[in-house]
């Protein structure tokens, strides 16, 4: 089974802090993705990498950095939290041409 | 600009009957469909995909169905039962573009009534 982990269920940050979300998959997925989720906006991609050290900008990757050291790896930092990066945040991998795994998701409350 | 459309946020359904749920794109190098189901505070879990040189694609309950010249993909769920209640989100990729990230839609809330 593809295990996509995710660090934390719920994170609680004030405004201005760096924040570091953790992804790790354990399936040598070369793809590796950040979507975050609201009501009423679906998922929306961050960003994406698709080798080590490779990445690309989502739709959305405002306010947001990524860091994929190592393959099984993707991180999300948040440079300085703002109460508008309150949301759920999902990582996700996939082989090429194969659908992708989601984590259980980290919700995230900037206060 | 949303490539990825579904217009409908929720819809309910009598347990046993049909669900279908419709989703709409406008990229025409999208060539990769996929269908997910949420339940709250859980990610998404893949359903089932299709392939745009196929129209249709079966897998136990689940159907999707997929309209090129009209841009538009569809989930059938039958018989629909109580635990198939989640958000289910369709996504599309352009593989043939050498691209391989996952646009999603809004979502699709579904009730089943028991």
């Known amino acids: 089974d593809v295990k996509v982990t995710q660090s934390s269920r719920y994170l609680v940050k004030r405004t201005g802090e760096k924040v570091f979300l953790e992804c790790v998959q354990d399936?040598?997925?070369?793809?590796m993705f950040w979507y975050r989720q609201d009501p009423g906006l679906g998922l929306r991609l961050i960003y994406f990498?698709?080798?080590?050290?490779?990445?690309e900008k989502g739709d959305i990757p405002e306010g947001y950095s990524v860091s994929r050291e190592k393959k099984e790896r993707f991180s999300l930092i948040l440079e300085s939290a703002s109460t508008n990066q309150t949301s759920m945040y999902l990582c996700?991998?996939?082989?090429?041409?194969?659908?992708?795994?989601f984590g259980q998701g980290t919700r995230l409350t900037v206060v | 600009d949303q490539q990825v459309k579904q217009n409908s946020p929720s819809l309910s359904v009598q347990e046993g009957r049909i669900s279908i749920l419709n989703c709409d794109y406008t990229?025409?190098?999208?060539?990769?469909f996929l269908w997910y189901k949420k339940y709250p505070a859980e990610g998404p879990t893949f359903l089932i995909s299709?392939?745009?040189?196929?129209d249709k694609n079966e897998d136990g309950r689940f159907t999707v169905f997929l309209n090129k010249s009209a841009k538009h993909l569809s989930l059938h769920i039958v018989p629909s039962q109580p635990g198939d209640s989640a958000v289910y989100f369709c996504?599309?990729?352009?593989?043939?573009?050498?691209?391989?990230?996952?646009?999603f839609g809004t979502g699709t809330r579904l009730k089943v009534l028991a």
């Open positions: 299709i392939s745009s040189i196929k």
């Open positions: 996504a599309a990729s352009a593989r043939g573009s050498g691209t391989y990230k996952y646009i």
């Open positions: 996700a991998s996939s082989l090429t041409n194969a659908e992708a795994f």
């Open positions: 399936m040598d997925h070369e793809n």
């Open positions: 990498s698709y080798d080590v050290k490779m990445k």
């Open positions: 990229n025409s190098m999208f060539d990769y």
